[in-house]
């Protein structure tokens, strides 16, 4: 291997869409925006005989925990750090716009740019075996493929303020790095820190500026484009905010998670702070699940765990394969959902056998849906968030988004003969459905065809 090569390994933490980076450079190394279960950039630095020498964090992160603590845990001499701008309880290097870190060959400049937080970070390296001019910049949440930062989380009192920050941030500072200038963003596609950011996971300077709409606005357009901007706002971002600002307890300090026979197990359900998660796949959720479990199908348990779930409840599971509890855990605990319990031993099949009682959900057909709707005998609640409801609607739907619904169930109008619940494509209506009939809602059903398959079979929807 030759040393000297810059190289970068993108890690993707699924659902949460976040991405961070292992850089590395002759024999030493740093980590941007590491994710908390932080053992994977540990490994990379053995098997690239390299010395993580520096964490960098581009910002405080609303919507994950931050793993820059868990992973100085397993590399002492790193030092962690991140911008000046917010008083963090933790780390070793509070970062000024222009400050510069030699790390292998690398030349790692600081830039303060200001927009999504006041506090977020750029570095932009230089590769200085070749030249002193930069070659790529780590840019968080200020710029990402076919999108920006969003300018919300702040202060929403403060929205205009940090949109024309983001934009002196992107055209002044950002965008005159040079065009050749890859960027490697905080997040991809399917994160809830953009609108449409694209599935290509790193860009350049001058493609962004010649394909990325927000760029060709005047300031004038993007500041009255980011507040009329509606995103998805969950629960779960002040609790993140303040951990990223504190400093997450260490996951080596949690209890271990246990393997609950059926008795623990059932105990456990009655309980009302406790929150079984099923995680099999959500179809088959549908057809028998253990009573008072809710669904989150664990393809999609990575995004809506943080949407659905709250720091004051425990948690336990049922999987569908063991080897599925790794995925499971890491989901909450990178929404900083610590207190996992335990898992049901051998999963619903053991529950099954035990002759205990199972329930279903049923689902519903286009045409059932489109009758009950004309007949008046079906009530259909709709998922999604507001910003997505607003866009279009099927006609008669209420809005019960999945970020809210905890704390909404109970007031539910669920007097017609079959409350149905609709998403896109079936994951979050699954998740509400079981969540409402966790709250007594029996007379449920989830339309799985979805507003796609609505639309494609040619019904209307309003907007």
């Known amino acids: 291997m030759v040393k000297h090569l810059v190289r970068i390994t993108t890690i993707r933490s699924e659902g949460l869409a976040a991405l961070s980076y292992f850089v590395s450079s002759e024999n030493e190394a740093m980590v941007i925006d590491p994710r908390r279960d932080a053992l994977i950039y540990h490994n990379l630095a053995t098997e690239s005989e390299s010395k993580i020498t520096h964490i960098f964090e581009t910002h405080r992160n609303e919507d994950y925990v931050t793993g820059s603590l868990e992973l100085q845990s397993y590399v002492p001499d790193a030092e962690i750090g991140h911008s000046k701008k917010t008083k963090f309880g933790y780390g070793d290097l509070d970062l000024a716009d222009g400050d510069i870190f030699q790390i292998g060959k690398m030349k790692v400049t600081c830039l303060n740019t200001p927009g999504h937080t006041d506090d977020s970070m750029c570095y932009v390296v230089a590769d200085t075996s070749v030249c002193p001019n930069p070659i790529v910049a780590f840019t968080g949440d200020t710029l990402f493929v076919n999108e920006v930062g969003r300018t919300d989380l702040v202060d929403i009192r403060k929205h205009s303020e940090m949109s024309k920050k983001l934009y002196a941030s992107l055209h002044d500072k950002v965008l005159t790095l040079g065009d050749g200038v890859i960027i490697h963003p905080g997040h991809g596609a399917g994160s809830a820190c953009g609108g449409a950011i694209g599935d290509r996971e790193f860009s350049t300077i001058g493609f962004e500026k010649a394909n990325n709409a927000w760029l060709a606005m005047d300031e004038e357009e993007f500041i009255k484009s980011k507040v009329n901007q509606r995103l998805t706002l969950s629960s779960h971002f002040k609790r993140c905010e303040k951990l990223n600002t504190d400093g997450p307890p260490l996951l080596s300090s949690r209890k271990p998670i246990e393997e609950l026979d059926i008795s623990e197990f059932e105990k456990l359900l009655v309980h009302p702070d406790q929150r079984a998660i099923d995680t099999r796949p959500h179809t088959d959720f549908l057809k028998a699940h253990i009573p008072r479990t809710i669904s989150l199908n664990l393809n999609r348990i990575g995004l809506i765990a943080g949407w659905v779930l709250r720091a004051n409840q ?66 259909i609640f709709d998922a999604r968030e507001s910003h997505e409801y607003e866009q279009e609607w099927i006609a008669q739907s209420m809005i ?64």
């Not at 099954?352 to 005998?377: M, Q």
């Open 314 to 379: 425990t948690f336990s599971f049922i999987l569908n394969d063991f080897d599925d509890l790794k995925q499971a855990s890491n989901s909450l605990y990178r929404v900083g959902l610590d207190n996992i319990i335990g898992y049901l031993k051998n999963g619903f099949n053991e529950w099954r056998k035990s002759g205990r009682a199972v329930e279903s959900i049923p689902s519903v057909s286009i045409e059932d849906l489109h009758t009950g709707l004309e007949n008046n005998t079906i009530g």
């Open 400 to 463: 019960s988004p999945l970020t809210r619904i905890e704390e909404e169930v109970l007031h539910i109008d669920d007097s017609a003969a079959t409350n149905v619940t609709v998403c896109p494509s079936g994951f979050r209506s699954t998740t509400a459905a079981s969540i409402m009939k966790r709250n007594g809602i029996n007379n449920v059903a989830v339309f799985l065809s979805g507003i796609k398959g609505w639309k494609a079979k040619g019904y209307p929807v309003e907007s």
